[in-house]
């Protein structure tokens, strides 16, 4: 009997999600870089995507974004130094502050929005858009916590 080949080498659900997040970061990036914005590292792009419109303080950032306080601190600064955020006394507690975003951070993150809307046709383009759907939906549901 002939030797088998063997499978190629299947790449797990968690690497396939990060191998996708990456595409449209990079795709995001360099459409913003190409617009003129200030470059943005990929923890300050997360960082705005959790970004409530009313400001957040560092904590929750740190918090949403799943990194220590220290990195989110790092990008809030990088961003405040670019002009996109700004921080401001929190109402609620005299304590903290909040991080939003500054005229300029709000228009960057809209074009963001467009970007990223541009980036899903385009994937809908390739893949098929009941494909794209599809992945929406199994990644809108409720999954429950893990094991």
Avoid: C, K, N, Y
């Avoid at 792009?45 to 740190?62: I, K, N």
């Amino acid at each position: 009997m002939p030797p088998t080949t063997p499978p190629a080498r299947r790449h797990g659900i968690p690497h396939l999600l990060s191998d996708a997040r990456r595409w449209f970061e990079e795709g995001l990036l360099a459409a913003l870089a190409e617009a003129g914005v200030a470059p943005v590292s990929p923890t300050q792009v997360q960082l705005f995507a959790v970004l409530d419109e009313d400001g957040t303080t560092v904590s929750e950032l740190a918090r949403r974004m799943g990194v220590t306080r220290q990195t989110a601190h790092q990008a809030v600064h990088g961003l405040i130094a670019a002009g996109l955020l700004e921080q401001l006394p929190d109402p609620a507690s005299a304590r903290q502050r909040l991080v939003r975003r500054t005229e300029e951070g709000e228009r960057t993150h809209r074009q963001a929005e467009a970007v990223l809307a541009r980036l899903e046709r385009e994937l809908a383009d390739r893949i098929g858009t009941e494909t794209v759907t599809a992945l929406r939906a199994a990644l809108e549901a409720d999954w429950g916590s893990p094991l």
